[in-house]
């Protein structure tokens, strides 16, 4: 009996153990693969296909145009703002390659320039007609044919010429008994610049010529036609503009913190890509006194033999001049196939992540090219690895994935600079008084871009224009009166244009302009909403003022009347 009970109670002690380790890590089991599930779903972001800036932990609505989130790339929501990534097989397509830059030891004896050929100016000729009359024949007649001094160039009709000749003729049978007249007709037509042939030739024939030969006074290559057959000529009116190209300028420009390196006299190496393999020695010959103020820049120019005609005006040269004194200096440096231009802007590609391909566009300061390859001023580091071929096929993908890019410039509606410039705006009570009443007009109008309705925009933008234009002015500073003329401005184009799309390209300079005057007013008789559509203005964002919380796109119309948010409250 004993023995049975021992049994038992052993029997369901080692029940109870072996149940503890089956249920009990079936359990723990469930609850690691919850948790597990937990931190999946907390990883995974969902985006808009049409707003990929839009980044939310779960799924909904984009709150831009409303259209439902898809399910971001796995890995994607892991990147800061404008950081992207590309796939293996894409990388190796398209041949993406990367280097890690470093600094670079640049001898500063030698200063490269870009520019370009240009005529020799100082070896221009014109050839102009000497006496009045009609052009019955032009022989030159396209620019680039070649002349040389002496060549039949054009026919000319001239009735006072006509006049001249039978003077001679009269002349030339009393030259024995009056000798200075006849001296002095011939000294007319020489004038005039007939040759002794063509003077001996009338008085020889007795026949007065309607007709009479122009012939070039200069050689050279026609540069441009200043007259045509059938056109009346004045005397010394020009026919052609001649340029002597066997010698030619090659003119650079120098920026001012390096018009100290440049002398006349300092020798110039040129070198064009049409003739890669030749240098072409020369020495600086001017330097302009006077610098361009929109470029900041001094034009100074060396003159070259060509005597061959291999260098043709307007060709791209590059110089590089010596200087006196020779220095080194360590240099950040990258190659030009890392560089993409957009206007002023010079932009590379940074791979953040030694491990995986994340990209991200970096804005970089150019110095000199050496060589094809830039110094860097600022914008990289010495050991950034940064795309170095295929930069075209990376930005395409920071185009596609909504990144910021070459084409797509993530430009907040107020820069830094312009949000120290409008908190700096006083602006009288007076003028906000006078100008609130064109709000009313705006309201409007941005009603009537809504319906595009190009008919009713033009009359509110009329009407708002009256209203700016009689505000009084003698009490505000330069910056508004700028913002205001401004204003005018765009609001009369808008009101001469008939096209709705062209009426929405001014709108978007016009909303610049009257939300920097208006975030700066102290009090509004209602609250202003500043809203912003990141797809308008070619993608590039563009923004408008409501007087309701509900986004109402100018921009578009009904075709995406509700793409937008407000990014700024005036109350």
């Known amino acids: 009996m004993n023995k049975n009970i021992i049994y038992i109670i052993v029997a369901v002690v080692v029940g109870f153990i072996v149940g503890y380790f089956v249920f009990g890590n079936t359990k723990e089991n469930h609850h690691k693969i919850d948790k ?143 000798p200075s007249l006849y001296k002095a007709v011939r000294n007319k ?55 002597n190209l066997n010698t030619v300028w090659a003119e650079f420009d120098v920026y001012e913190n390096q018009i100290s390196q440049f002398k006349t006299g300092q020798t110039v190496v040129v070198k064009t890509k049409a003739y890669p393999d030749k240098n072409f020695k020369a020495t600086i010959s001017f330097i302009n006194p006077v610098l361009n103020n929109k470029t900041r820049t001094v034009s100074i120019r060396a003159t070259l033999s060509n005597h061959d005609n291999i260098l043709k005006p307007g060709m791209f040269v590059t110089g590089a001049v010596k200087r006196a004194i020779i220095t080194s200096t360590k240099q950040l440096m990258i190659p030009s196939s890392a560089i993409l231009w957009t206007g002023k802007r010079s932009v590379v590609y940074l791979k953040v992540s030694k491990e995986t391909p994340v990209f991200e566009m970096k804005e970089v300061t150019l110095g000199s090219n050496i060589d ?31 990144k910021k890019s070459m084409m797509n410039q993530k430009i ?15 602006l009288s009570k007076s003028f906000q008084k006078d100008f609130f009443p064109a709000i009313t007009e705006y309201l409007y109008m941005k009603e009537a871009f809504i319906k595009s309705d190009a008919t009713q925009v033009i009359i509110y933008a009329t009407k708002m224009a009256n209203i700016l234009e009689v505000i009084k002015i003698t009490d505000i500073d330069n910056a508004e009166k700028k913002y205001l003329s401004k204003s005018i401005e765009i609001l009369n184009s808008i009101s001469k ?23 700066n007013f102290d009090t509004v008789d209602m609250t202003i909403y500043i809203q912003q559509c990141p797809m308008a203005n070619r993608n590039k964002g563009a923004v408008w003022i409501s007087s309701e919380k509900e986004i109402r796109n100018p921009y578009f119309g009904d075709k995406m009347l509700t793409c937008g948010s407000i990014i700024n409250t005036i109350n």
């Open 36 to 178: 597990q599930d937990k931190e999946h779903q907390a990883k995974e972001m969902w985006t808009c296909s049409m707003h990929p800036q839009v980044k939310k932990t779960e799924p909904g609505d984009c709150p831009i145009c409303g259209m439902d989130l898809i399910l971001a790339e796995t890995g994607e929501g892991e990147f800061v703002e404008n950081q992207f990534t590309m796939t293996a097989n894409a990388i190796a397509l398209a041949d993406i390659q990367t280097t890690i830059i470093g600094n670079h030891t640049t001898d500063k004896n030698t200063t490269t320039l870009s520019g370009k050929i240009i005529e020799n100016e100082e070896e221009n000729g014109v050839q102009a007609s000497y006496f009045d009359g009609r052009i019955e024949r032009l022989v030159i007649n396209y620019k680039g044919q070649k002349i040389t001094k002496g060549q039949k160039l054009a026919t000319i009709y001239a009735p006072d010429l006509i006049a001249a000749q039978q003077e001679l003729i009269t002349a030339s049978s009393l030259k024995k008994s009056q």
């Open 189 to 243: 037509l020489k004038l005039w610049k007939l040759s002794d042939k063509q003077i001996n030739t009338i008085e020889t024939s007795g026949i007065a010529q309607e007709n009479f030969t122009i012939y070039a006074t200069v050689s050279g290559t026609v540069s441009e036609l200043m007259s045509a057959e059938g056109d009346y000529v004045k005397q010394g009116q020009p026919i052609l503009k001649v340029s």
């Open 372 to 402: 094809d390859q830039y110094i860097i001023l600022d914008g990289l580091n010495d050991g950034d690895e940064i795309v170095t071929n295929g930069t075209f096929t990376v930005d395409a993908a920071a185009q596609l994935q909504g």
């Open 412 to 426: 907040d509606h107020i820069s830094e600079t312009n949000k120290e410039t409008e908190a700096s705006l006083k």
């Open 497 to 519: 244009k008939g096209n709705i799309d062209n009426q929405r390209t001014q709108f978007i300079s016009l909303n610049e302009e009257i939300i920097k005057l208006i975030s």
